[in-house]
């Protein structure tokens, strides 16, 4: 069923009036409960600082679907499926691989292919340079909400540089959790994520994102601004590189057990162009986390004079 339905989508796939109907219908509904959520205006906000009047990254809106043609997305969609010839299948599981290949043979290898690659490029207007700041005052619920990142190009040529990142996210996870949440006693929690993308140009964003009581908006952004400072100048202390490697060590055995972070990994492998053998390499990883190694990976990726930061804060009374 499933190679089937791949090669439907290929082949036959179905457009009709009443599916188009129903897929305006579920936009404007979803954009219609948008418009009353203080959450979704926030991100409307963060959406605007980051990215600008950037089509490809808006959130859905009334205008938007007022622009959508029925026809252009067919056309759209058949012209980006029409050539498979640079298509990569991924299959993860436990399944025979003769069996495998002979249905790879059936529905895949039968797809239309001109035998040429297309290859990417960057349509974006870059990471905002400077210190970008925004608010918006919406909901009654006594509750804030901080959002601050970091970003734009960069350059390395090692591609376990991208385990370098994810170590430093997961080093401020540890660190900002216990300053802001512990030791200030600021929010519940704080949120790090990020991604380094070396395809088709070289670039980095860095997000945290933080609940806290009204007014305390700037005390705690600055708190995590005077942490992201002491990361770029000082070497990571032996006990943060203590935890940082048993939980690095922690995820990857119980990664390696499970179908969907095989699948996640093989394909971010593929892309960065990176031997899919050294998947399971914990050994190698490790060998990266040193105090000096994350200290320059801060000054790489965090800089307190180039960020973006937004609060979302109750609507005045």
């Keep these: 069923t499933l190679f089937h339905l791949v090669f439907l989508n290929f082949m036959k796939p179905s457009f009709t009036d009443e599916g188009w109907n129903s897929l305006i219908i579920q936009y404007m509904t979803l954009t219609e409960s948008r418009a009353n959520s203080p959450e979704q205006n926030f991100s409307d906000l963060v959406k605007e600082l980051l990215y600008g009047d950037n089509i490809r990254r808006k959130n859905m809106s009334t205008e938007i679907i007022g622009e959508m043609k029925q026809d252009v997305s067919e056309d759209i969609y058949r012209e980006r499926f029409a050539d498979a010839g640079d298509f990569t299948f991924v299959f993860v599981g436990s399944f025979d691989t003769d069996e495998l290949k002979e249905l790879a043979e059936r529905y895949i290898a039968v797809l239309p292919s001109a035998g040429q690659r297309e290859e990417a490029r960057y349509v974006g207007s870059g990471f905002p340079r400077g210190i970008t700041e925004g608010a918006v005052r919406a909901g009654i619920d006594p509750k804030s909400r901080v959002f601050m990142a970091f970003g734009g190009q960069t350059s390395f040529s090692d591609g376990l540089e991208y385990e370098r990142f994810d170590a430093l996210i997961s080093l401020m996870n540890i660190r900002l959790r216990e300053v802001i949440r512990e030791d200030m006693g600021g929010t519940y929690g704080v949120q790090v994520y990020g991604s380094l993308s070396g395809y088709p140009d070289q670039r980095f964003s860095v997000m945290i994102e933080f609940g806290c009581e009204p007014g305390r ?41 499970n179908n969907q972070s095989w699948l996640q990994k093989i394909v971010n492998f593929t892309i960065q162009g990176r031997p899919l053998a050294s998947i399971p390499d914990t050994k190698a990883v490790l060998a990266l986390f040193t105090p000096q190694s994350l200290q320059a990976a801060a000054g790489r990726y965090l800089s307190t004079d180039n960020y973006v930061r937004a609060y979302l804060m109750p609507a005045e009374q």
């Design 217 to 257: 908006e700037d005390s705690l952004s600055e708190a995590i601004l005077s942490e992201i400072a002491s990361f770029r100048n000082t070497p990571v202390a032996g006990s943060y590189m203590t935890k940082l490697s048993e939980s690095f060590r922690r995820t990857q055995e119980e990664g390696l057990k």
